[in-house]
């Protein structure tokens, strides 16, 4: 399987600032999924989007999904110093149990 | 609390020396992974079991071997034939249709 691509590849604003990062993917998808990883810690899952579906929100975060594009955008708004991340996208196209297919993820860093 | 426990959050290795890391969920579920992550790096896929007793390879499976002997547990071994052992490895866990649930990784330095 190959990885999808988030973009930038990192990313530094200003607390209080809205950050986006964007996705691009491979396959058809059934899912996408947002997680946020902290440094040295494990992944944590903030946001599943559906392949119907073209945005979601959840608190501060805000999921787009165009699938025609095969891309994906997470806006975080009003950024806080604890939203200091990697943030992955992971496409799961269905069909299998071999998980998802993670892209590289964008380094968000907020300066207080 | 339900969660993945990933043991030791450190480990140390000579080359030429097997490891194996642990890997334990109290979520029921049933479907269990590893993943291998290298700095700046996404995750890769190392093996995957979908029920007890049964595992299948994921992206690089070469020099890596797994059991699932219980639905609780899925240990992962790195063999001497990995020839670059070195790096973050994170177990996670899912039930259908549902996002995975990530351990805490281990993060294996072998020299």
């Known amino acids: 399987s190959q990885q999808g691509e988030e973009d930038p590849q990192a990313l530094s604003i200003q607390e209080g600032e809205n950050a986006t990062m964007n996705c691009s993917y491979k396959?058809?998808?059934?899912?996408l999924q947002w997680y946020r990883q902290n440094s040295g810690r494990g992944l944590v899952h903030l946001i599943l989007i559906r392949s119907n579906e073209r945005e979601k929100h959840s608190g501060r975060l805000r999921v787009t999904l165009d699938t025609s594009k095969k891309s994906s955008s997470l806006l975080i708004t009003a950024s806080r110093a604890a939203d200091t991340a990697s943030y992955f996208c992971a496409e799961y196209s269905g069909g299998g149990a071999d998980g998802l297919t993670f892209g590289k993820g964008t380094h968000l860093i907020i300066q207080p | 609390d339900g969660g993945i426990t990933q043991s030791p959050k450190y480990l140390f290795r000579k080359e030429g020396q097997n490891v194996t890391l642990s890997c334990e969920q109290n979520?029921?579920?049933?479907?269990m992974y590893w993943y291998r992550q290298d700095p700046g790096q996404g995750l890769r896929l190392i093996y995957y079991?979908?029920?007890?007793?049964?595992?299948q390879k994921g992206d690089i499976a070469e020099g890596y071997s797994v059991s699932r002997e219980k639905k609780e547990s899925f240990p992962l071994t790195v063999t001497s034939a990995q020839k670059n052992p070195t790096a973050f490895y994170l177990c996670a866990s899912r039930t259908v249709n549902s996002p995975l649930h990530f351990g805490n990784g281990t993060r294996l330095t072998v020299t």
């Open positions: 079991s979908q029920i007890v007793n049964d595992f």
């Open positions: 396959t058809s998808i059934n899912n």
């Open positions: 979520l029921n579920h049933d479907a």
